[in-house]
Nanobody, 126 residues
Framework: QVQLVESGGGLVQAGGSLRLSCAAS????????MGWFRQAPGKERELVAA????????YYADSVKGRFTISRDNAKNTVYLQMNSLKPEDTAVYYC???????????????????WGQGTQVTVSS
């Protein structure tokens, strides 16, 4: 099990940027594939981006491709989500999640993630 704590959310104007961080503690962070999800009011939780345990393989939802970048620093036990060119429709609570899979694979379904953070609110004003 790994404990996850997100930070970096806030209020930003459309076109602005934010960087979310997710700090992990507990078992070896480098053993986990990581993902960022978001959930807007009245909508289902959706995968935004994912990164593999090793080799830096990434996946992005079409809605954020070219604007968001996921990265990880295993020495700091942290995964990041750099969000640029933010839009009002990016407003949501953002969650990071950890799961176990093959080293070069990303996890793309929420059910395959074992551990979740509490979330951080991102609000983009128009």
């Amino acid at each position: 099990q790994v404990q996850l704590v997100e930070s970096g959310g806030g209020l930003v104007q459309a076109g602005g940027s934010l960087r979310l961080s997710c700090a992990a503690s507990g078992r070896t962070f480098s053993s986990y594939a990581m993902g960022w999800f978001r959930q807007a009011p009245g909508k289902e939780r959706e995968l935004v981006a994912a990164i593999s345990q090793r080799y830096g393989v990434t996946y992005y939802a079409d809605s954020v491709k070219g604007r968001f970048t996921i990265s990880r620093d295993n020495a700091k036990n942290t995964v990041y989500l750099q969000m640029n060119s933010l839009k009002p429709e990016d407003t949501a609570v953002y969650y990071c999640a950890a799961g176990v899979t093959s080293q070069a694979m990303t996890i793309r379904t929420s059910i395959e993630y074992d551990d979740w953070g509490q979330g951080t609110q991102v609000t983009v004003s128009s």
